[in-house]
């Protein structure tokens, strides 16, 4: 029996995942320019010339796979994308992004290791900046509802750490008390200063 148009089109979604989940393992172990389209296609037990039927090069891999992990977050953050951040929609974010580090903590892992390549970000960081810029006005109109006295230092306060708490805890998570520093990250933004 003949596969149908959406057949087709799972198995090019399932081959071009295998492909960015390979690639990703790679970048983060070996490093972006140590790791080469062959070596890819080697892990992913495919021909080196299939790989560009899905990706245009390696850069173009490597940048949906930042960005793939960046809109993972982007999309939690003022879910009804008003550019209007609430207290409950502060909450929901931070929820939401421990909840997405525990449900895949080792991708995580690779993730930010990955993105701490001082090359990869050269390729990545104009879009990354153009993508982020705009949440961070969201969260600085928010703090100074909330009364910061100094809401520009406080978005990167916040950014910090978060990106710290993300880091220590794909380190250690078996350790790590995310759930308590939830709840502790949450209260030092949301209360009136």
Request: hydrophobic fraction near 40%; proline fraction near 3%; aromatic fraction near 14%.
């Amino acid at each position: 029996m003949p596969r149908t148009e959406k057949q087709f089109e799972q198995i090019r979604e399932e081959k071009r995942d295998l492909i960015k989940s390979v690639a990703l393992e790679l970048f983060a172990k070996e490093g972006y320019y140590n790791t080469s389209i062959s070596k890819i296609a080697r892990g992913a037990k495919i021909s080196k010339g299939l790989i560009y039927n899905y990706f245009e090069s390696k850069e173009d891999l490597i940048k949906e796979i930042v960005f793939d992990g960046i809109d993972t977050f982007i999309e939690v953050f003022d879910p009804n994308k008003d550019g209007i951040l609430t207290d409950d929609e502060l909450e929901f974010f931070i929820g939401e992004t421990f909840r997405i580090l525990k449900s895949n903590t080792n991708y995580w892992r690779l993730y930010f290791s990955l993105l701490m390549q001082s090359n990869v970000y050269k390729l990545v960081g104009r879009r990354f900046l153009k993508l982020i810029i705009p949440l961070m006005k969201t969260l600085k109109n928010y703090l100074e509802w909330k009364g910061s006295k100094n809401p520009l230092v406080d978005v990167r306060l916040f950014a910090a750490l978060m990106d710290g708490i993300c880091l220590h805890y794909v380190l250690d998570p078996k350790d790590f008390p995310l759930d308590d520093i939830k709840e502790r990250i949450f209260k030092l933004f949301t209360i009136n200063n």
